[in-house]
């Protein structure tokens, strides 16, 4: 069974960082990309961050270059999202995705394998 577990969410304050995990179970992890993708209340589910397990190239949504780092652990089974400088429009439900895609890609519907959401609260 496939299974995408986030974790690492919470309530900061604005400035303040959250390191979120995605651990993967029931496939070949090196094999897909992993997506973190995000929705606040209202609005559309957005691409925040990709990485590709197998040679690490990643892609990041404007609104988080240089604050936000993504990467990769195989023995764990695990991609990490560093996120750094948060701010009150970072507040949403994040969450991470796989795809058997061999380029990045940042629509979701190209996603496969979706996990369950953690929520991340940035106040002002």
């Known amino acids: 069974e496939v299974q995408l577990v986030e974790s690492g969410g919470g309530l900061v304050q604005a400035g303040g960082s959250l390191r979120l995990s995605c651990t993967a179970s029931?496939?070949?992890?090196?094999?897909?990309?992993i997506g973190w993708f995000r929705q606040a209340p209202g609005k559309e589910r957005e691409v925040v961050s990709c990485?590709?397990?197998?040679?690490?190239?990643?892609y990041y949504a404007d609104s988080v270059k240089g604050r936000f780092t993504i990467s990769s652990d195989s023995a764990k089974k695990t991609v990490y999202l560093q996120m750094n400088s948060l701010k009150p429009e970072d507040t949403a439900v994040y969450y991470c995705?796989?795809?058997?895609?061999?380029?990045?890609?940042?629509?979701?519907?190209?996603?496969?394998?979706w996990g369950q959401g953690t929520q991340v609260t940035v106040s002002s």
């Open positions: 029931g496939f070949t992890f090196d094999a897909y990309g």
């Open positions: 990485i590709r397990n197998w040679e690490g190239s990643t």
């Open positions: 995705a796989a795809t058997t895609m061999t380029i990045v890609v940042i629509t979701s519907d190209m996603y496969d394998y």
